[in-house]
């Protein structure tokens, strides 16, 4: 399946991990630990913390606002192009790579600098295993048009929802959400298909499909268990990507024979 | 299934990972856990000191183009207001400092004043941003003189030139205030809520030399001092006519 221009605006591999027995804190401290051995390369650092604040009400009528503690939820560390992150949370290692001008360097490409990076995070966490992998493909379909056109999908795509003409009319937006059976307890892939706005001069629609791969309980540490769970996840969605459109859908991305 | 490409954006979802809406807590994990770099949450908009609180919390979503530069759009802000950048965090900034730049423009201006498409875009930003919010949280900044009428005990007393007196309390003011003796004037810039008028506290004081208001005697004699429009020149020429 080579695609001259491949839809992929971002990719990313995520590992969910049970953690060592002797498990650290989590908190920034131990986060910059690990990632400063990258500090090189990904030049740029996002911290992303979380809190929660409830609201109870007394019996005098007044309200009084309980502010929890603030947890550190992920470090983000990018290049300076911002076309590659790792990200760092509490027992969970990812890494994205997001298409900028240029190729989109590839699958195998994206489960090797993944792999490197989760061996460094074997060395430093000591995780148990592997729990969880994800594996998430976001594609941007662009589908040229004129203001006001009427564009019917079904010329373009083979997933979708079915809906009588009247009373509903044209669509003016739509999310849906696929998730398919994937006759496999452990793995699962999920399509989250949506419209979004078209572009500033008009002449593109476009649409936007998240796809997701999961596979659960993969419990190993193992490079070729890993690598055998994420090439059935990866070749799932691009079987489900490639049923996803008709012919005509699939020259927008200009498919070399 | 038709889909009609809308003349002019009008969004009615937004942008989320879970499109059901009968699991908002599951939902939430999700967005928690989302570890997508693309897009980006914004629960309010904020320029340095400024904010501008959001009707609801948006997405943006960056969109890498084909040469260095790169889009951040908006749910409900875009195309109107579109980031330009060659990275998410670039592109991020030129949007917010794009809406910055227009609401303070548009903001500073009654409708009679703004043009069909100043009007549109105010619409827009008033649809999104809570405008009254912003005017309410945002304080009054006078420059107002007057003097310390009374030192000990603590919280001290201001009396303004037009009368009226304020307590103070230190915390609020600048440090060489603290040094101001009973009896001193001084002009200071002043924050207020713009609400209730309350102080909020005092940026800048600084000494002035004692005001006294003009006995009537002086105050006749200084408005006869004035000049007045029976001593302009006279003039031939006509005001009406060309």
């Known amino acids: ?257 | 299934m038709p889909i009609l490409v809308p003349m002019d954006m009008t969004p009615v979802i937004s942008h989320s990972w879970s499109s059901d809406q009968t699991d908002a807590l599951q939902q939430s994990e999700e967005l928690r856990r989302y570890s997508g770099t693309t897009s980006r949450p914004i629960p309010d908009l904020r320029v340095g000191v400024t904010c501008y609180r959001l009707r609801s919390p948006v997405v943006g979503s960056w969109l890498p183009g084909e040469g260095e530069s790169g889009e951040f759009w908006v749910d409900g802000f875009s195309p109107r207001f579109v980031g330009s950048g060659a990275v998410i965090d670039a592109a991020f900034d030129d949007w917010r400092y794009q809406i910055h730049e227009t609401f303070q423009d548009l903001y500073g201006k009654r409708a009679f004043e703004m043009s069909e498409a100043e009007l549109n875009t105010w619409r827009l930003l008033e649809d999104r941003i809570d405008v009254v919010g912003y005017r309410n949280s945002t304080p009054l900044i006078l420059r107002e003189v007057g003097w310390v009428s009374r030192a000990r005990p603590e919280p001290r007393q201001i009396t303004w030139s037009d009368g009226r007196r304020e307590r103070v309390d230190l915390e609020k003011m600048p440090g060489p205030f603290a040094a101001y003796k009973p009896g001193q004037w001084f002009e200071a810039v002043v924050e207020r809520d713009s609400v209730t008028g309350h102080l909020l506290r005092v940026v800048s004081v600084q000494r002035v030399p004692t005001m006294r208001p003009m006995s009537e005697g002086h105050l006749s004699k200084f408005l006869q001092s004035l000049p007045g429009t029976n001593e302009l020149p006279d003039s031939d020429e006509s005001w009406t006519e060309p």
Not at chain 1, 101 to 106: E, I, N, Q, S
Not at chain 1, 142 to 150: L, Q, Y
């Open chain 1, 1 to 257: 399946m080579d695609l001259q221009k491949p839809p992929i605006v971002e990719v990313w591999v995520e590992f969910q991990c049970d953690p060592s027995p002797s498990k650290r804190r989590w908190d920034l401290d131990t986060a910059n630990e690990f990632l400063k051995q990258f500090s090189d390369y990904f030049v740029h650092t996002e911290v992303l913390n979380e809190q929660e604040f409830q609201i109870a009400t007394l019996p005098t009528g007044d309200r009084r606002l309980d502010a929890g503690e603030v947890r550190l939820n992920r470090v983000r560390v990018r290049d300076a192009e911002g076309t590659r992150w790792l990200q760092l949370g509490e027992d969970v290692l990812v890494y994205n790579i997001v298409k900028k001008a240029g190729a989109y360097p590839g699958f195998e490409t994206l489960c090797k600098d993944a792999w490197e990076k989760f061996a460094a995070y074997v060395r430093h966490f000591q995780p148990t295993c592997v729990r969880k992998l994800r594996l998430h493909y976001l594609d941007r379909v662009e589908i040229p048009c004129s203001p006001g056109e009427r564009i019917d999908l079904d010329e373009f795509f083979l997933v979708g929802v079915k809906f009588p003409d009247a009373p509903f009319g044209a669509l003016s937006r739509f999310a849906i959400q696929l998730a398919p059976d994937s006759g496999h307890a452990d793995d699962h892939v999920s399509l989250a298909f949506r419209s979004e706005q078209r572009s500033a001069d008009a002449k593109v629609s476009r649409m936007v499909m998240d796809w997701e791969a999961t596979s659960a309980n993969v419990g190993s540490l193992s490079h070729d268990d890993i690598m055998d769970r994420l090439e059935r996840a990866h070749a799932r969605i691009r079987d489900c990507f490639q049923a996803s459109f008709t012919p005509k859908g699939w020259a927008l991305f200009d498919p070399i024979e």
